[in-house]
Structure formats: structure tokens, C-alpha cells
């Protein structure tokens, strides 16, 4: 079936719109108007922003601390963790909710007193579209997304990242932002910085 097309004409000016710019000056009013106004965004990446602390960043691997959830405990008796290392039990949730499960390479294998290990566990997040559903998915809570937003890189091969920077990354992101509240906005002073006191109703 042929689509109807309907033209609409297009607004003529009038002579006095001509001869006295009035779009034009009304344009310019606009212009005027915003040029005096607060800045709101912020000139990258000379000045940088401290997203908050529930910002979907850089996958990262929380550690064997003594601060794991009830449940690393009970899974813990059939793991091969020592102190500092990956909490991860190696059970593959975070990649079964994945949209994009081929971005993992989770590898266990199991050690001479029948325990089980993870050998392996790396992202390709040139693949990730941060949408946190595998930190969601996490039993145990070591797998997490931190503040780091700055991934580029000059070779597909570093945009992979593996298990050991994984838990340097989150040991880091913990000290650092460990004790925040926990919210999806930017801290009180960047917010006033940028956008003036609010005013809650
Ligand atoms: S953030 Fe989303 S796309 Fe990226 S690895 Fe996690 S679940 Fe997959
Ligand atoms: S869901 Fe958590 S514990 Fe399970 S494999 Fe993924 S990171 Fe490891």
C-alpha cells in the first residue's frame, strides 16, 4: 500500500519579521540568556568527576577479607581460598545473567584434597554494556562495579581484564570509598559545585 505523504507548507515570514530580525533577536535572546548561565558540564578530562558510589565502572573482585556474607561461609568449606585472595566460589551466576555470557572465561579445577579452585576469570569488556546484572547475580558478593569509568585502550588485549587486577581494583575501591553511604549521587559538594543547593521539598 502506497504511503500518503502530507506536505506542510512552509511559514513565511512577514515584512516586519524581515525588517526587524525578529527571530533573529529572539535567537540571540536565547543565546544571551545561556551564556550567563551556571556551567554544568565539566571540561574533560582536565577536570574529573568522582562519580558516585553505586556508578556502574570497572568490574572488580572482592577479596577474602572476613567481611564476606553468610553464604562465601558456607561455600567456603568446599573452596581453595586463602586469606587475600578472590572470594569467588566459581559459580558461574554472574555469567548465566550476562546478556553476553562469551565475555567470561571463568576456569575452576579441583585440587589434590578435592577442593575447588578458580584458576581463571577474565572480562572482555569491550563486549560489557555495564549493566550490572552479573554483579546482581553474585552469591557472595565478589564481583562488583567501582568508580573507574577511564578504559580505553590502544589494544583490544587490554580491555580484557583478569582475576589479580580484579581484586587489587576492589581492594582499592573499598579503602577509598568503602565507608560513603551508599546512594547513586555524587558526593554533597561536587552536586552543590555543579548544580547549587537543592532544595528538597
Ligand atoms: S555489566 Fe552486564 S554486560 Fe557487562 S558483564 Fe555484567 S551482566 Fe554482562
Ligand atoms: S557469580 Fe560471583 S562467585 Fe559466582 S562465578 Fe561470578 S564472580 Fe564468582
Given at each position: 500500500?502506497?504511503?500518503?505523504?502530507?506536505?506542510?507548507?512552509?511559514?513565511?515570514?512577514?515584512?516586519?519579521?524581515?525588517?526587524?530580525?525578529?527571530?533573529?533577536?529572539?535567537?540571540?535572546?536565547?543565546?544571551?540568556?545561556?551564556?550567563?548561565?551556571?556551567?554544568?558540564?565539566?571540561?574533560?578530562?582536565?577536570?574529573?568527576?568522582?562519580?558516585?558510589?553505586?556508578?556502574?565502572?570497572?568490574?572488580?573482585?572482592?577479596?577474602?577479607?572476613?567481611?564476606?556474607p553468610p553464604s562465601f561461609k558456607v561455600l567456603e568449606r568446599f573452596m581453595d581460598i586463602q586469606e587475600g585472595e578472590s572470594r569467588c566460589v566459581g559459580c558461574y551466576m554472574c555469567q548465566q545473567a550476562c546478556p553476553v555470557p562469551e565475555l567470561f572465561n571463568i576456569q575452576t579445577t579441583q585440587t589434590e584434597d578435592g577442593k575447588k579452585k578458580v584458576i581463571r576469570?577474565?572480562?572482555?569488556?569491550?563486549?560489557?554494556?555495564?549493566?550490572?546484572?552479573?554483579?546482581?547475580?553474585?552469591?557472595?558478593?565478589?564481583?562488583?562495579?567501582?568508580?573507574?569509568?577511564?578504559?580505553?585502550?590502544y589494544h583490544r588485549a587490554g580491555t580484557v581484564i583478569h582475576m589479580e587486577d580484579m581484586t587489587k581494583r576492589a581492594v582499592d575501591f573499598d579503602t577509598r570509598r568503602g565507608n560513603e553511604p551508599d546512594r547513586i549521587w555524587i558526593d554533597d559538594e561536587q552536586r552543590s559545585k555543579l548544580w547549587g543547593q537543592i532544595k528538597w521539598s
Open positions: 500500500m502506497a504511503v500518503k505523504v502530507k506536505y506542510v507548507e512552509r511559514p513565511q515570514l512577514t515584512n516586519r519579521e524581515r525588517i526587524l530580525f525578529i527571530d533573529f533577536i529572539k535567537g540571540m535572546g536565547i543565546t544571551i540568556k545561556n551564556f550567563f548561565r551556571k556551567t554544568i558540564t565539566t571540561a574533560y578530562p582536565f577536570e574529573k568527576l568522582t562519580p558516585p558510589i553505586r556508578f556502574r565502572g570497572t568490574h572488580a573482585h572482592r577479596v577474602k577479607d572476613g567481611k564476606e576469570f577474565d572480562m572482555n569488556l569491550l563486549n560489557c554494556m555495564y549493566c550490572g546484572l552479573c554483579t546482581e547475580a553474585c552469591p557472595v558478593d565478589c564481583l562488583i562495579m567501582t568508580d573507574i569509568y577511564e578504559t580505553a585502550s
